[in-house]
């Protein structure tokens, strides 16, 4: 059993927990490298993993060195349950002040009237507004996970499948029309005509195309139903200007705090409607979750403030411009993308047109070789199992942190298309991880 020493000599730390040792750490040991060499030793890999490959996965960013040292406080400690000014514990003074920034800079952000910034997730966050909307079998709308959804929009292995009903709208599926893969915002219209939903869905995981949330919004008023937002992908984008709003057009507004906002791995709920925000209160805390993560907190407060700075658009600008320069580069050479491009941070790369054998599973594999790390995707008419896909999602959100820019994103596109043409060619693919290693040298991380 490890030992417990409490010391009361001011320079040493009060409490330490070590086996058999009760001294701070060496002079220029980290106390996580003292206290635990294997992690500590897990963890500079991982640093040193992010330093030399290419992070495209468009869901995943570089949280900032303040962020970080948010989420690593002391705020860890403290267990406070309810809300700021009604808790249940006592000595959440500091806690409730914390809580407070993160809203009232959430509220500046999105230009809403209440915030709730305690969900663990994003899919915490959409549990409670679905607990807080509907009674079990509802009926809601949404587009299928193959289309650009997510689980929590009604996937048959998610609980909002299980529990509700969901109905589905399209995507524009003739190739012939301008604005194929677009949504078929005529489709919307049709389904909730028949179904009549409680709740109209728009937001998606894979959609490379803007949102018109004020047409959604008189979709919704037409058939009566609530309009919610999952944007989860391009609240970054929303903050810094590079993406419409879905206020004042949507009733609720669900995101996660990482992703395009840089903030740390977090969910948040947005709302205009008083009454609306104690139903969302009441589902987060006592409905889905217990005690609220205080030092997670802080640090989506740290990343609210930084989002709110100048610097932020110009990075949201720039996020899109890299995704655009991306999909430009790739479709000359010969690539098929969802909608024939993008208007946001992600593109999806449909393989079957230049390689019908290739799977998105093997591009990812290959790509992750060669230090491009993307994912696997479904695309529009998929014909594989999600665990094999046709396609791969490609974003630009931590590679515009890094600092990339436009013509950078034109060579990254040379090595994508190096990799999957050589179909993991192993001579190739060490050719391609040499070149993004000199890459990434020219771009040190901003984060720790």
């Known amino acids: 059993m490890p030992s417990l020493s409490v010391s009361l000599d001011p320079a040493k ?22 206290s635990d060499p294997e992690i500590a030793a897990l963890v500079a890999q991982e640093k040193d993993r992010q330093h030399r490959t290419l992070e495209m996965i468009a869901s995943e960013n570089h ?38 920034l993160a809203i009232e800079r959430a509220k500046r952000l999105f230009g809403c009237g209440y915030a709730n910034v305690q969900p663990h997730s994003g899919a915490s966050a959409n549990l409670a507004v679905q607990l807080a909307l509907f009674d079990p079998g509802d009926t809601f709308a949404a587009i299928e996970l193959s289309d650009g959804g997510h689980l929590t929009h009604g996937s048959p292995v998610n609980l909002s499948g299980k529990w509700l009903n969901p109905v589905t709208y399209n995507l524009v599926t003739d190739e012939s029309r301008e604005d194929w893969g677009h949504l078929d915002y005529d489709s919307v219209d049709r389904v909730c005509a028949e179904h009549k939903p409680k709740v109209l869905m728009t937001g998606y995981s894979a959609y490379p195309r803007t949102i018109d949330f004020a047409r959604f919004r008189e979709i919704a ?38 992703k395009t906002l840089r903030g740390p791995r977090g969910g948040m709920i947005l709302t205009d409607d008083a009454d609306l925000a104690k139903r969302f209160n009441s589902a987060v805390f006592p409905g889905t979750q217990g005690g609220p993560l205080m030092h997670v907190i802080a640090a989506k407060a740290v990343a609210f403030g930084e989002d709110l700075q100048p610097s932020f658009r110009a990075y949201a600008e720039q996020v899109v411009a890299n995704a655009k320069r991306l999909a430009g580069e790739l479709m000359d050479r010969g690539y098929k993308l969802a909608s024939n491009g993008t208007d946001n941070h992600l593109i999806l790369v449909d393989l079957r047109a230049t390689d019908p054998e290739l799977t998105g599973k093997d591009a990812a594999s290959w790509l992750e070789r060669a230090g491009i790390i993307a994912n696997m995707n479904t695309v529009p008419n998929e014909t594989r199992s999600p665990f094999k896909t046709s396609g791969i999602r490609l974003g630009t959100p931590a590679l515009t942190t890094r600092g990339l820019r436009a013509d950078d994103l034109a060579e990254v596109a040379g090595f994508i298309d190096r990799v999957l043409t050589s179909r993991g060619d192993a001579a190739v693919i060490d050719a391609v991880r040499a070149d993004v290693e000199s890459l990434c040298d020219r771009f040190p991380r901003l984060s720790a």
Not at 73 to 84: D, F, I, Q, V
């Open 13 to 34: 730390p009060l409490l330490s927990v070590k086996a058999g040792v009760g001294e701070p750490a060496p002079a220029g040991v980290s106390a996580l490298q003292a």
């Open 63 to 100: 949280a900032s060195h303040a962020v970080m040292e948010a989420q690593g406080s002391c705020l860890t400690n403290k267990y406070a349950e309810g809300y700021p000014g009604k808790r249940y514990y006592s000595g959440c003074a500091f806690h409730d002040e914390v809580e407070t």
């Open 221 to 258: 008023d037409r058939h009566g139903a609530i309009l919610w937002a999952d944007v989860a992908h391009i609240a970054g984008l929303i903050a810094g200007g590079a993406h419409p709003s879905p206020f004042p057009h949507c009733h609720v507004v669900t995101t996660t705090t990482h």
